[in-house]
Nanobody, 132 residues
Framework: EVQLVESGGSLVQAGGSLRLSCAAS????????IGWFRQAPGKEREGVSC????????IYADSVKGRFTISSDVAKNTVYMQLNSLKPEDTAVYYC?????????????????????????WGQGTQVTVSS
């Protein structure tokens, strides 16, 4: 059974930091791209970042470049996202998702984040609240 379990969400002041974790089980970690999405109240779920552990490539949304860092620990089947310099507009439920695709194909790296529909499995989410 495939499972994705997020953790690490919390209430933090603007300018603070958090580290989110996504523990995966039930599939071969190296073959999948793991993505982070977020959804604020009344808004669409948007892509934040993704990583493919097989080739190490990462992609970020422009809104988080330079502030968020995604990484993976293959031995632990866990993906992390370090959130620094948090802003109130980062407040959202953060979800991780797994998709059986690569972000580099035939040597060409895709230029933008994968879409929601490309992912096969989703976690339940973890709340991040940034106070001003």
């Amino acid at each position: 059974e495939v499972q994705l379990v997020e953790s690490g969400g919390s209430l933090v002041q603007a300018g603070g930091s958090l580290r989110l974790s996504c523990a995966a089980s039930g599939f071969s970690f190296d073959d999948y791209t793991i993505g982070w999405f977020r959804q604020a109240p009344g808004k669409e779920r948007e892509g934040v970042s993704c990583i493919n552990s097989g080739d190490g490539t990462t992609i970020y949304a422009d809104s988080v470049k330079g502030r968020f860092t995604i990484s993976s620990d293959v031995a632990k089947n866990t993906v992390y996202m370090q959130l620094n310099s948090l802003k109130p507009e980062d407040t959202a439920v953060y979800y991780c998702a797994a998709g059986n695709f690569r972000t580099v194909v035939a040597g060409i790296r895709r230029p933008s984040l994968p879409l929601k529909l490309e992912y096969d499995y989703w976690g339940q989410g973890t709340q991040v609240t940034v106070s001003s």
